[in-house]
């Protein structure tokens, strides 16, 4: 059960995270958030992080905690991860054009 | 790196160099690695495979208890392995349906020593009558000591591939200074540029693992690439018993005295254990003399639910059954190594860490196999006569093809070898490795012999054949088909099953991407214009 929540909190957590991200912002939504949105994500973000991490800790002890919280956070940001990627892969099919890449 | 030191006589920059650095440490033994990485990933599931390729072992539906069958193995050990020195038993657990047992084959010569070994069915005590296979335990071995060499030559090699690895590590940390702006990043149908964004997420995403796994790695076998400060604190063979005791739940044998004393109950010996640590929480029995009156009989603890590998046992005497020690902690220095050791196997997992490990682990493979790629990907832009290129280019090229594709064909294969070889083959264990490496160089000879192109799309649909048709092949040659693991419940077989066709899918998908890039003129234009600027940004895979 530990499991499961932690897993849906490292999700979340990573996709506000994500969201905290200009880039991200202006891909999926647009535009940028105003700052104290981006920063109350970046916070949130954080805040699901670190109470997986918590949850797990104490559901597992230290040792099994920590290899958990790594193993979940790897999947989850991975996810997310493909997530946005397939998300802008099928707005770009639905406009037939891919968005101009960004000077950095 | 040839054109971007072109590109900038000055002194080159600590990313720069730390960049080719990772271009050479990651490919030089890059195909090494991404074989260490794919079988060292399949290895988490290790006793699942061995279940599956033995599929004359009945599932066990619930686990029986330890101490019964332990003392019928025992019974069974007696006469079977009867005047032997020692023995030892792993006992059936959520993951073996079986009892794996080893003895010292009594020989009249001092200085050899034989074993036997053989599994043994829980519910009556005999030996099992499976296929001889090697099962899930050829990829493990693979895995850090290869094949058809002295076991020590490979240990040494997959030593070398891990440092190799930490190297690559460290320096694509380095070289990727965009690490936490690009997190997230992907950017689709830009050539190198998505290769480089999957391989920084594969890496990234798995860090903390890939850099666990490639340093407990070493440490499994630091024994064996660091000795000097053992042998210098170890000198007599009394010492070097006592780091052995401490290493492993191996007791040391005194000597027999000579008097037949029958061994005193198993069975009660493994109640004490059970109560200590659980009811299913043992792992093994070992015996020392069983039958003389100088018999030890060791039972330790099961791996489940702690991450150390350190030894906790519980010692008897073999004809009083009475307990002489529990050993429940061991030194720091070697509580340390246990935690690394437990770290790397993660036999302590519960089911949702082992698919975590897996997961995680096939991204690591991941990584590799898209930096090897990328190797190909960059310079292929840069190729004077793109039609002809060098041959240092086309050798990394089809090595590429062989140890990637031809991997999953080959290890595919050797699964179909466990189905198809027949039972009463001489030696059939070797022979489905040689068939798993047969294949493996029939693919390394038809990466050589096609285009490069081709040999990809081709290899790549012939893995996920197979892959797709190893359940078919299971249902004709078992007793066991999809519809009737299903209805057993029997998990097992049926989640093989359905990672064959999740793998055969995988494959093909990566078949029909690879065959469509043959199309695409455009992104090619799109990358010629964008390549100054990625060497110039220093992140060069």
Redesign the interface.
């Known amino acids: 059960m530990s499991h499961l929540l932690a897993f849906m909190l490292c999700l979340a957590g990573f996709a506000a995270l994500a969201f905290a991200m200009r880039r991200h912002q202006r891909d999926v939504l647009g535009g940028p958030l105003p700052p104290p949105k981006t920063y109350a994500l970046r916070v949130a973000g954080g805040a699901a992080l670190l109470s997986a991490l918590g949850i797990l800790v104490t559901q597992q002890g230290w040792s099994l905690g920590l290899v958990s919280f790594s193993g979940h956070a790897s999947i989850t940001a991975g996810i997310v991860y493909c997530a946005l990627a397939g998300y802008m892969r099928i707005r770009a099919g639905a406009l037939g054009v891919y968005p101009p890449e960004r000077k950095t | 790196m040839t054109a971007a030191d072109d590109d900038l006589p000055a002194p080159r920059g600590i990313r720069q160099s730390m960049a080719s650095l990772h271009t050479w440490a990651g490919l030089l033994l890059g195909w090494i690695l991404y074989a260490m990485f794919l079988t060292g990933t399949v290895s988490y599931f290790k006793d699942e495979l061995s279940q599956w390729m033995r599929p004359e072992l009945r599932r066990l539906a619930q686990i029986p208890d330890q101490a019964v069958v332990a003392q019928r193995i025992a019974d069974e050990l007696g006469k079977v392995a009867a005047g032997t020195s020692r023995w030892s038993m792993r006992l059936p657990d959520a993951r073996n349906n079986s009892v794996a047992a080893f003895w010292l084959t009594p020989t009249r010569d001092a200085g050899q020593r034989a074993f036997g070994d053989a599994y043994f069915d829980p519910a009556t005590g005999r030996k099992v009558a499976s296929r001889d296979t090697l099962g899930g335990d050829f990829f493990y071995r693979f895995h850090f000591q290869f094949h058809y060499m002295p076991v020590v030559w490979g240990r040494w090699l997959a030593g070398a591939a891990a440092m190799f690895m930490l190297v690559a590590i460290v320096s694509g940390v380095i070289t990727h200074k965009?690490i936490f702006?690009d997190?997230?990043?992907?950017?689709?149908?830009?050539g190198q540029r998505s290769w480089l964004d999957a391989h920084n997420?594969l890496s990234v995403?798995?860090l903390?693992?890939h850099f666990?796994i490639t340093y407990t790695g070493l440490v499994t076998l630091m024994a064996l690439y660091m000795p000097w400060g053992e042998r210098v604190a170890f000198k007599t063979p009394a010492e070097r018993q006592q780091l052995a005791a401490e290493l492993s739940g191996f007791i040391q044998p005194g000597r027999p005295s000579g008097q037949k004393v029958p061994l005193a109950s198993v069975a009660d010996m493994v109640r004490q254990a059970q109560e200590r640590w659980g009811q299913d929480n043992v792992g093994r029995v070992n015996a020392v003399h069983p039958g003389d009156a100088a018999a030890r009989v060791a039972v330790t603890r099961g791996e489940v639910?702690?991450?150390?590998l350190s030894p906790q046992y519980m010692e008897f005497d073999g004809t009083t059954g009475k307990l002489l020690t529990v050993r429940e902690s061991v030194g720091a220095a070697a509580e340390t190594r246990g935690?690394l050791y437990a770290?790397h196997l993660?036999r302590?997992?519960d089911l949702?860490?082992r698919w975590?490990?897996f997961?995680?682990s096939f991204?690591g493979t991941a990584m590799v196999g898209t930096g090897l790629v990328m190797w190909t990907v960059k310079r292929r832009q840069k190729l004077p006569d793109p039609d002809h290129p060098h041959f240092g280019f086309r050798l990394v090229e089809r090595l590429n093809i062989a140890s990637i594709a031809g991997l999953s064909v080959a290890m595919t294969a050797f699964l179909w070898a466990n189905r198809l070889l027949p039972h009463a083959l001489e030696n059939r264990a070797d022979w489905e490795i040689h068939a798993f490496f047969i294949v493996w160089l029939l693919t390394l000879l038809h990466a050589l012999l096609r285009p490069a192109k081709s040999a990809w799309i081709e290899q790549l649909w012939a893995a996920s054949a197979l892959l797709f048709l190893l359940p078919v092949l299971n249902t004709l040659t078992t007793q066991r088909p999809f519809w009737h693991s299903l209805s057993e419940a029997d998990w097992v077989f049926v989640g093989m099953d359905i990672m064959c066709w999740a793998l055969a899918l995988l494959h093909a998908v990566l078949a029909i991407r690879t065959a469509r890039q043959r199309a695409g003129g455009r992104s090619r234009r799109d990358i010629d214009r964008?390549a100054p600027n990625i060497i110039a940004s220093g992140e060069v895979g």
């Open positions: 965009k702006v997190f997230f990043t992907f950017r689709w149908r830009k997420a995403f798995g903390p693992f666990m639910g702690r991450v150390s935690v770290l993660g302590f997992s949702e860490t975590l490990y997961l995680v991204m964008r």
